[in-house]
């Protein structure tokens, strides 16, 4: 109906609520809200998703399923009177036919639409393709004001892991590498003839010139972490520390190392000449604990340290390094929680979801999971270089292959044999991962979509 012809409807319902009866001299007041708002708004309904999806002949087709509406709540602004879904629906949804429910503090909710506006019905469907505008009108007869309300819809497949070739300047004459992460920077350290050299980049793009670090005598470039804001790397068993990367002082420990192993927010673990695992708080003071296991993975090491779900004041490492075991065709990774003085295999028998043994391997922890890849797996494995992430969603107990949405780029395994094996990765606090190829200089970013993804 006409907004005039409601208008006079609302004007003679006041008016007859408004007469006053008399019964025994006692007068009749009927008071009138102004509230005119949107107090509540859902779907009602489920919604048909449309996904693209591959037949068992290899055809492509279109497949569809429910999405629960009320799994996606509403944020109702007063102040700028908008209405919208917290998290956005999932690609492909079908908006075009949507049943709502509304609340509100008024008499009717109507619909605006150009100069006619009808009262809202929560059986009829909605188009929301495109915004939808409602307001109340109130008790007294006044409308409120006028609210936008959408239905956001995610452009981009969540989980899927999108990837980028990132143009830079970065060096093609690195061979051996390895990259951290620290204070937002990049950092790579390069094997070279006389000394570690070392170059960064802050966005990926643009890097230093390639230099030789600070240290008088060689470093071993695999070794250098990241511990307690300062970057730690091993020369000549000896151990030093810097803060950017160029410029090295010796930590003055009395200790001597055979190797860095792992660290996490509390403490960095090594292991000294008798093949003793070390561990310090401050880096100067070292404890000797338990002799390590002969079957204990040797350098270089991979490793991720993450707090437990269920304590975040205890932190879990978990390890993966060189199985010089020739007759085994899988990866055994090892952890340690942080209140622990011994390493765990984490093996058991009967186990047929093992990590391969790469090549070159490399551990993440990344969308509250592990994540293991690298080269061609060794020793009778039968995974090509970068064919796939194995996952772990058990702290690295069982392994499985992933299949679709975490993917590497084709280009992946050319750049592997191009590089001889030598690359580097890290995630960034941004939830990117950074794979860093030698040789070609090619230097590719990928995250998962949903990673990225901001609050409306």
């Known amino acids: 109906m006409k907004l005039k012809v409601l ?110 506006d009808t009262i809202f019905v929560e059986t009829d469907s909605l188009d929301f393709t495109n915004p939808i505008k409602f307001k109340v009108l109130s008790q007294m007869g006044v409308f409120g004001h006028t609210y936008t309300a959408e239905l956001l819809v995610h452009k981009q497949e969540p989980e899927l892991l999108n990837w980028t070739r990132m143009n830079n300047n970065f060096s093609t004459a690195i061979q051996a590498q390895k990259a951290v992460y620290l204070n937002k920077t990049i950092y790579v350290f390069a094997e070279q003839e006389a000394q570690t050299a070392v170059t960064y980049s802050t966005n990926g793009k643009e890097w230093s010139e390639l230099q030789d670090i600070d240290i008088p005598v060689k470093a071993d470039y ?109 990866n055994i990774i090892w952890s340690q929680l942080s209140n622990e003085t011994e390493w765990s295999a984490m093996t058991y028998e009967n186990n047929k979801k093992l990590c391969p043994k790469f090549e070159n391997p490399t551990i993440i922890r990344y969308n509250d999971a592990l994540y293991a890849f690298g080269g061609p797996a060794v020793d009778g494995g039968e995974v090509d270089a970068f064919s796939c992430f194995y996952s772990s969603t058990d702290n690295g107990i069982s392994w499985e292959a992933m299949t679709e949405n975490m993917l590497f780029p084709e280009e992946f395994t050319n750049l592997y044999e191009q590089a001889e094996g030598n690359y580097s990765c890290i995630v960034d606090k941004n939830k990117f991962i950074w794979v860093i190829w030698s040789k070609t200089g090619e230097i590719w970013r990928g995250r998962i979509n949903k990673l990225g993804f901001k609050k409306q």
Request: glycine share 4%; aromatic share 12%; with cysteine.
């Open 7 to 116: 208008n006079i409807f609302a004007c003679l319902f006041i008016a007859a609520c408004s007469i006053t009866s008399c019964l025994d001299d006692e007068t009749v007041e009927y008071d009138f809200s102004q509230n005119a708002s949107i107090t509540a708004f859902a779907i009602t309904d489920s919604i048909v998703t449309y996904y693209p999806s591959i037949t068992a002949s290899g055809k492509d087709t279109t497949l569809s399923t429910a999405v629960l509406g009320t799994d996606y709540p509403f944020i109702i602004d007063q102040l700028n009177h908008r209405i919208y879904n917290a998290d956005s629906l999932p690609v492909g949804t079908d908006i075009s036919k949507v049943v709502v429910s509304i609340s509100s503090d008024g008499y009717y909710v109507f619909r605006v639409k150009g100069d006619k």
């Open 222 to 330: 695999s070794t250098a972490m990241v511990w307690n804001d300062q970057l730690y790397i091993l020369a000549n068993n000896e151990l030093y520390c810097s803060e950017n990367g160029i410029n090295w002082t010796k930590v003055e420990t009395e200790q001597t190392f055979n190797s860095l192993i792992t660290c996490n927010s509390s403490k960095m673990i090594g292991a000294d000449a008798d093949n003793y695992y070390i561990e310090s708080t401050d880096g100067i003071t070292w404890g000797r604990q338990a002799l390590l296991p002969e079957s204990f993975p040797q350098s270089p090491y991979q490793f991720a340290s993450y707090s437990l779900l269920t304590n975040s004041a205890i932190e879990r490492t978990v390890l993966m390094g060189y199985n010089a075991n020739e007759e085994d065709t899988t």
